[in-house]
Every structure is written in structure tokens, then in C-alpha cells.
């Protein structure tokens, strides 16, 4: 994708190339191609950073968030099994909790290729700043999957999260990168990302109001697809706030930094030209 981007990023320079290149939209191909690979990288190392995390071996936390789960009235495993009881609802919990992946692709490339490249920079640092505390927070709490925790009997749910285990006693040795695994269950980050997926899309109308209900669906059916407690799910919207605040906070104070650090000439050519043209004297006239 760099090499992508690279490419179009040259043949806009070329004389011949220019008007085939604004007429097919060569900048915004090449900008998007260019987040597209630096998300690809980050999402890449921010999955390594995780595995290391985990294998720090911290004590766990599932008792306390299954106490937090019970006082509210939540029993994670009736939930689970009165699911698994109805196949349609199942499913379709299934498919919103799975089209996170889908929405984490075709999110920047509907920003980068409908001309928004300010929204296509903000979705990336959302995502960037929603790990740094993920990983803060979830180093200190771990917590294993509640697939694991109440022994569920689909092996095929409980092993999304098999490398968890092998990374806290150290028989995991090598990291495959084609297969990494969310292995943080507290705070939720799928609920997270529900969450930063549908904000980032509030500026496309018709694609917000699409967002909206597949990503509360995508909420609603993270404890019992993603083997996540109702405390991670609760969590997991608190660091979506704590995400956007962040950024917002970030924003401003570089704008204002940018503001102060304005060359005097740079502000005086900036009041010259907001000023009124002067009418010329009558004796400069011909």
C-alpha cells in the first residue's frame, strides 16, 4: 500500500499524468493507501504489544468483575445459555459482533475515498489513543476470557482466546502475526470501537444511521460472542469517552500552540492581507 501510494503520489508530478490524475482522484487513492498501510502496521504491533502484556502473568481480576456483573443483576452464563438457545438471535449477534473487523477496513477507506481526509486522521488517532489505554489499563487487571472462566462447551469460542493462557505459564514462544488473537478482556475494546466506528461516520448521514444500529447490536452482543463480563462492556464504553476527550483536548492545545509560535512576520502579512485596500489619492490618478 505504500508503494501505492508512492506510485500515484509520483505520477501526479508528472505533466503528462495531471489531469488523469485529478480526474481519478489520485490524491485521495494515495492518501488512503497511505493510512491503510500505517493502520495495518499499527494494528500489527499493537496486537504484539498485547501478547507481551499478557505474558507478564499479573494476578487476575475475573473474580471481582463477576461480583461487579453479579450486583447488577447480570449472570453472564444464564445470558450465554438462553442465547445459545436461539439459533436466529445467535446468529445475528454473531454477525454484528464479527463486523467489527469489516468496519475496521472499509471505515478509512470510505473517509480517505469520499474526501475526508481530516476524518480519516481523527478515526486513526481514536484508534491509536484507545490502545495506549487499553494496554494501560488491562496490563495491571488482566482477566481471562469468561468462555474460559465458566468452562463453556463450544471449544470453538473458548479457543479465540487460547493463546491467553499459554502466554501466563510461557509455553508460547513464537507470536504467528496471521493469527493474533484479542486477548483483553477488560475493558471491552470491541465496545470500544462500536463506539469510535459510528462517531467517526457522523459527518456521512446516511452511513451514521446504519452505523448507529449495527454497532449497539455489535454492544449488545459482545458478552456472549466475545466471552466478555457486562463490567468489560461498561468499561469498555468509558474508554471510548475517555478516548474522544483525549483527542479533543489534544486538538486544541496544538492549535493554540501553532497560534503562539506564529512568526511576527507571519502575522503581520496575515493582518496586511485582511485589511481594506486604501483608495489611491486623486493626484496619483493619470
Not at 495495518?40 to 496486537?47: D, Q
Not at 499479573?58 to 463477576?66: C, F, G, K, T
Request: contains cysteine; positive net charge.
Amino acid at each position: 500500500m505504500i508503494f501505492l501510494a508512492v506510485l500515484l503520489r509520483a505520477l501526479m508530478c508528472v505533466r503528462g499524468y495531471r489531469a488523469v490524475a485529478q480526474r481519478f482522484q489520485y490524491p485521495r487513492v494515495a492518501d488512503t493507501a497511505a493510512w491503510g498501510a500505517l493502520l495495518i502496521c499499527f494494528v500489527s504491533a499493537a496486537g504484539v504489544l498485547s501478547y507481551l502484556c499478557v505474558s507478564i502473568d499479573a494476578p487476575l481480576i475475573d473474580s471481582r468483575l463477576i461480583a461487579f456483573d453479579r450486583a447488577l443483576g447480570f449472570d453472564w452464563l444464564a445470558v450465554y445459555k438462553w442465547v445459545q438457545a436461539h439459533p436466529y438471535l445467535r446468529e445475528a449477534l454473531q454477525l454484528a459482533y464479527g463486523s467489527g473487523h469489516v468496519q475496521l477496513i472499509a471505515i478509512p477507506l470510505i473517509l480517505g475515498l469520499t474526501g475526508k481526509p481530516e476524518e480519516l486522521s481523527d478515526f486513526f488517532f481514536y484508534l491509536a489513543i484507545a490502545t495506549v489505554y487499553l494496554v494501560l489499563i488491562s496490563t495491571p487487571f488482566p482477566a481471562t476470557s469468561a468462555f474460559i472462566h465458566f468452562d463453556v462447551e463450544d471449544r470453538a469460542a473458548a479457543e479465540t482466546v487460547s493463546d491467553f493462557a499459554l502466554l501466563r505459564d510461557g509455553s508460547l514462544k513464537m507470536i504467528d502475526l496471521s493469527n493474533l488473537q484479542g486477548l483483553v478482556s477488560m475493558p471491552s475494546f470491541h465496545t470500544t470501537l462500536a463506539v469510535l466506528f459510528t462517531y467517526s461516520l457522523a459527518r456521512i448521514r446516511w452511513l451514521f444511521w446504519i452505523a448507529v444500529p449495527l454497532n449497539v447490536t455489535m454492544i449488545v452482543s459482545t458478552p456472549t460472542q466475545g466471552g466478555h463480563y457486562l463490567a468489560d462492556v461498561i468499561a469498555g464504553l468509558f474508554l471510548s469517552m475517555l478516548t474522544v476527550q483525549t483527542y479533543k483536548k489534544i486538538a486544541r492545545r496544538s492549535e493554540r500552540t501553532f497560534a503562539t509560535r506564529r512568526t511576527p512576520s507571519t502575522r503581520r502579512i496575515a493582518e496586511v492581507t485582511s485589511e481594506p485596500l486604501l483608495q489611491a489619492h486623486p493626484s496619483d490618478r493619470i
